[in-house]
């Protein structure tokens, strides 16, 4: 099927709305033209297949057309036309060129069926930006802040995103009369058809300045560098994503800006793992000191601190250090610092420590 938007987004038609904006999201990050190796071309399909599917009437709109639903029409058998009617014998491309009397089939059943919400406004929000960070271990424990710089559709800054040149007069517009929308008539065999749509010059609204932006061209936005703050929580997942509403590009003249996605990657720490919400190390002990006890120095999140070590104490054995883990992302706990120690048996002895260990030997027997 030609644009099949369930293809696109790598779902089956029965996929859930959660579904669909998981998929949406995982293949527009993936494509974004603003990453290296994006693909315009794609992430617009991607696009368009998100705002239909997305969309509970579009969806069911294009569940019942089929592939025609671009066009507006209804989905079919081959051959099979408006109405049930039968074409397979009729050959439209000896009507003057895939048309009949003049008139465009395809424009025809875009008459039929086709057309968006009448004198509705089209002003098209602006799309969602998705781009990664890295953090360090120690930031997604405690929390952090960051800066990134994205080049994105901004609000001009000379008309304030209206796309009329500043001091601009606000006239009818003469496409629609003020209307907001136009009429097109289509003649052809089937008779007469008639269909409403949006204006085309002034996006619904049959208002539009007698001068556009010289910035901007009328569009309302234009392409910036624009520096955006994110709040990265303590406890964050690696893999996670934050969502900045409003933070994606700007909608054209003044519609609702898309948002941004932010998703995260925690770089690995060299003597720290996270499991869950506790974070675990490992540290090494001497042989005496696993036998008759004592204290180590220990290094946590938080910072140095002194580990006493119980006579006896085996290979593989877990300290706990209540509250040094990390902060529930909910707020609700804090996890503790798990330290498995690791006996360090010598690999050379002298003969004074051989005899010792035999003494200690034959008193264990």
């Known amino acids: ?3 099949d938007y369930y293809n696109i987004l790598g779902i089956s038609k029965e996929a859930s709305d959660d579904e669909i904006k998981k998929a949406y999201r995982k293949l527009a990050h993936k494509y974004h033209p603003d990453k290296a190796g994006g693909d315009e071309k794609k ?3 991607i696009n368009e297949a998100y705002q239909v599917l997305s969309d509970k009437t579009k969806r069911a709109q294009y569940d019942q057309f089929g592939q025609t639903f671009g066009q507006g029409g209804p989905s079919g058998g081959a051959g099979q036309g408006f109405g049930g009617f039968d074409f397979s014998g009729f050959d439209f491309n000896q009507a003057n060129g895939g048309n009949f009397g003049g008139v465009d089939f395809e424009d025809i059943f875009s008459n039929i069926f086709g057309g968006g919400k009448q004198g509705a406004s ?5 799309q969602d930006i998705q781009v990664d960070l890295e953090i360090t271990f120690e930031e997604m424990v405690n929390g952090t802040q960051k800066k990134v710089n994205l080049y994105k559709s901004v609000k001009c800054d000379r008309c304030g995103g209206t796309g009329g040149e500043p001091g601009a007069k606000i006239k009818n517009c003469p496409t629609c009369h ?4 136009v009429q097109k008539t289509t003649r052809s065999f089937f008779g007469s058809f008639s269909q409403v749509s949006v204006c085309p010059e002034c996006k ?3 208002k539009i300045y007698e001068k556009k932006c010289t910035k901007c061209g009328g569009d309302g936005r234009v392409k910036e ?3 955006v703050v994110i709040d990265v929580p303590a406890g964050i997942i690696n893999g996670q994503t934050i969502s900045i509403q409003g933070a994606g590009e700007v909608g054209e003249r003044n519609a609702a800006p898309g948002d941004l996605y932010v998703l995260i990657h925690v770089l690995p720490h060299k ?5 869950g919400i506790n974070i675990l190390s490992t540290e090494e002990i001497n042989f005496s000191t696993a036998a008759l006890g004592g204290e180590i120095e220990i290094e946590t999140i938080s910072g140095k601190l002194i580990l006493k070590i119980p006579s006896g ?3 593989g054995e877990i300290f706990r250090i209540k509250n040094k883990g990390i902060n529930e992302i909910r707020g609700h706990g804090k996890g503790h610092h798990l330290v498995k120690i690791i006996v360090k048996v010598p690999r050379r002895l002298s003969r004074e420590q051989k005899k010792l260990i035999k003494e200690l030997k034959q008193t264990e027997e």
């Open 1 to 3: 099927m030609a644009n």
């Open 43 to 45: 992430f617009k399909e």
């Open 122 to 126: 089209q002003k098209n929000r602006g």
């Open 178 to 181: 003020g209307t907001g929308q």
């Open 204 to 206: 619904g609204e049959g």
């Open 225 to 227: 560098q624009q520096e």
């Open 271 to 275: 003597k720290f793992h996270r499991e």
């Open 313 to 315: 104490t085996q290979s």
